[in-house]
């Protein structure tokens, strides 16, 4: 019998991490439908563009981040607590040196200027245009919206 439910339990976590890697296939892709939606309404983008920028942001999908920030939800000030592991402990930080983060932030900007210079040839210079000003202004204000505004004023 122990053994019996032994197995059992075995089946039920590989089953439910199976589970859990399809949910963040499935999330993942939505994103980037939802990114090539907003972006083809944004910049009025054919069908033909369309489907080109579907392809483009599938192949570099993995440097897109989620449109929101993990945690935003909490309270004022904090910054979100890194999400717990199987064992309900918290992950160490990171130890890399700042060599590391550089190397790192290297490696994403050269991604997003490839990714930049395939999304041009895929808009029309106006399109590009419109969406590198958006671009600058996002940079500007932040992933919070403007500095120093706190939320909808009344």
């Known amino acids: 019998m122990k053994q019996f439910l032994m197995t059992l339990a075995a089946a039920l976590f590989i089953s439910s991490a199976a589970l859990a890697q399809d949910n963040k296939d499935n999330r993942k892709e939505e994103m980037i439908k939802h990114r090539t939606e907003r972006m083809a309404k944004d910049y009025n983008l054919s069908d033909k563009q369309k489907q080109q920028l579907l392809d483009l942001n599938t192949k570099y999908g993995d440097m897109m981040r989620p449109m929101h920030r993990h ?4 309270m004022k000030g904090q910054r979100p607590e890194p999400p ?4 309900g402990e918290r992950p160490e930080p ?12 290297e490696k994403m900007e050269k991604q997003m200027k490839a990714y930049e210079e395939e999304l041009q040839k895929i808009m029309t210079p106006e399109q590009y245009k419109s969406y590198k ?14 500095r120093g505004q706190n939320g909808p004023k009344e």
């Open 71 to 74: 945690g935003h939800h909490g």
């Open 84 to 87: 717990k592991d199987v064992k």
């Open 133 to 146: 000003s958006d671009m600058e202004k996002r940079r500007k204000e932040g992933p919070r919206g403007p």
């Open 94 to 105: 990171p130890k890399g040196d700042k060599g590391d983060r550089k190397e790192m932030r």
